[in-house]
């Protein structure tokens, strides 16, 4: 196990040859003086020759430095793929902004409460359309329903049409519906019917 100033959790492995590979590929311009013209093959390193190209890092500032930002990159890396389904983000925000966002999450961690707004009005955008979408259909039916009491009311009261009027004004749930969404003006109109046919 490679034990050279590398960073905990550590191994050399392919997942990790390969990312060193592709992480000092850009930097062969550094590495040319270290390695006196050498060419630097990743590919064919086993574990021995990668602690030997550390302690060669260790020869310089320059290497050293290398060394450091590489295993440095390698924690961000390893912290990332931990995350599971997160992302870094960073952006600016107003202090007002901020102090009110530290307000919300009292002690709750700010990014767990930033999701949880996140989601709540994303929820509530859902809710709403949905809620948007039952009013329409209740509108619909109570124009409908309407264009009945009329064509009621219109033809006169036989027994029969008093009979599905009379029907039509017992449905609760339309009735309800309909109060919610017309209010007085239908709601007048279906009683001043019921009253006319209680005569």
């Given at each position: 196990?490679v034990?050279v100033?590398?960073?905990?959790?550590?191994?050399?492995?392919?997942?990790?040859?390969?990312?060193?590979?592709?992480?000092?590929?850009?930097?062969?311009?550094?590495?040319?003086?270290?390695?006196?013209g050498?060419?630097?093959?990743?590919?064919?390193?086993?574990?021995a020759?990668?602690?030997d190209?550390?302690?060669?890092?260790?020869t310089?500032?320059?290497?050293r430095?290398?060394?450091?930002?590489m295993?440095?990159?390698?924690?961000s890396?390893?912290?990332?793929?931990?995350?599971?389904?997160?992302?870094?983000?960073?952006?600016?925000?107003?202090?007002?902004?901020?102090?009110?966002?530290?307000?919300i999450?009292k002690?709750?961690?700010?990014?767990?409460t930033?999701?949880?707004?996140?989601?709540a009005?994303s929820?509530?955008?859902?809710?709403?359309?949905?809620l948007?979408?039952?009013?329409?259909?209740?509108?619909?039916?109570?124009?409908?329903?309407?264009a009945q009491?009329n064509?009621?009311?219109?033809?006169?009261?036989?027994e029969?049409?008093?009979?599905?009027i009379?029907?039509?004004?017992?449905?609760e749930l339309?009735?309800?519906?309909?109060a919610?969404?017309?209010?007085?003006?239908?709601?007048k109109?279906i009683?001043?019917?019921?009253?006319?046919l209680?005569?």
């Open positions: 196990m034990t100033e590398t960073p905990t959790g550590f191994e050399w492995n392919d997942l990790n040859r390969n990312w060193v590979k592709h992480y000092l590929m850009p930097k062969s311009a550094l590495l040319t003086p270290l390695l006196d050498e060419e630097l093959d990743v590919d064919a390193m086993d574990e020759q990668f602690i190209f550390c302690h060669l890092l260790e310089s500032a320059e290497g430095e290398l060394r450091n930002k295993f440095k990159a390698w924690r890396k390893k912290s990332r793929d931990s995350d599971n389904g997160k992302k870094l983000y960073t952006f600016n925000m107003s202090v007002k902004a901020g102090d009110q966002l530290k307000k999450a002690k709750s961690p700010l990014n767990a930033l999701e949880l707004l996140i989601f009005e929820e509530s955008h859902r809710s709403i359309q949905s948007q979408q039952q009013v329409k259909q209740v509108q619909q039916e109570n124009l409908q329903l309407k009491l064509a009621a009311s219109l033809q006169g009261s036989t029969d049409d008093q009979v599905d009379q029907t039509l004004l017992n449905t339309q009735v309800t519906e309909l919610k969404l017309e209010k007085s003006k239908l709601i109109q009683l001043l019917l019921k009253r006319q209680e005569v």
